[in-house]
């Protein structure tokens, strides 16, 4: 069965600081993977899928096969980075599969 | 370009009744997906729509079911309510072919089903 995992609820960091958002996969085919944030009153969107190999608003993503695993990484988080972050497995070729979320919180 | 919209915004039911959810997708966009999203988790998937026909589903029970129209719109009908019910319904749509294709989220309808 097709599974995400985000070991954290929350994480909270100090501006500056590098922050590394959790993602653990279970899938038994070759697994498209992505992360969406969802900002304070705003909707669901895309943040980067692993694919794309692109860093979007400073944010990467590296896919490890051997681990499962799909963490999200920033160097130098941002106050306007605090959001509610999804990981989420696309298979089937039609559903998405999204973790519980990380609600972020980076203080000044 | 218009995104994708979602009537109403709020909405409260009793057990039992039914309910129906409205989605209009993004313009030049030709497939629907229905989410739900209970409080403190993740959107789980419940159903796709393309070309007026369900094109998979999720692990949800057959009241829940749905629509989609010539124009690409589309419908979430829930019947027999339950207070598990109660929920953020999320709409996304996307244009279907060739490979993965960025799904685009409606804000949401909330449910609450008392």
């Known amino acids: 069965a097709q599974r995400v995992t985000q070991p954290e609820k929350l994480l909270s960091v100090f501006k500056g600081a590098p922050v590394e958002l959790k993602c653990n996969y279970s899938y038994s085919g070759s697994p498209e993977l992505f992360w969406y944030v969802q900002y304070s009153r705003q909707r669901l969107q895309l943040l980067l899928r692993?694919?794309s190999r692109e860093s979007i608003k400073g944010f990467t993503a590296d896919l490890n096969k051997g681990e499962t695993s799909f963490h999200l990484k920033k160097p130098f988080a941002q106050e306007e980075d605090s959001a509610m972050y999804y990981c989420?497995?696309?298979?089937?070729?039609?559903?998405?599969?999204f973790g519980k979320g990380t609600s972020l919180l980076v203080t000044p | 370009e218009t995104g994708v919209t979602q009537s109403p915004t709020h909405l409260i039911k009793t057990r039992g009744q039914q309910v129906t959810l409205r989605c209009s997708s993004q313009?030049?966009?030709?497939?629907v997906s229905w989410y739900q999203q209970a409080l403190g988790q993740g959107p789980q998937f419940i159903f796709q729509y393309y070309r007026e026909e369900e094109n998979g589903r999720g692990n949800f029970p057959p009241r829940f079911s749905g629509l989609q129209f010539p124009n690409y719109s589309s419908e979430l009908n829930v019947n027999a309510l339950e207070l598990d019910d109660s929920a953020l319904y999320l709409c996304?749509?996307?244009?279907?072919?060739?490979?993965?294709?960025?799904?685009?989220f409606g804000p949401g309808t909330r449910l609450t089903v008392l």
């Open positions: 692993h694919i």
């Open positions: 313009s030049g966009h030709n497939t």
């Open positions: 989420a497995l696309y298979h089937s070729g039609y559903a998405l599969n």
């Open positions: 996304a749509s996307t244009r279907t072919g060739g490979s993965y294709n960025e799904q685009f």
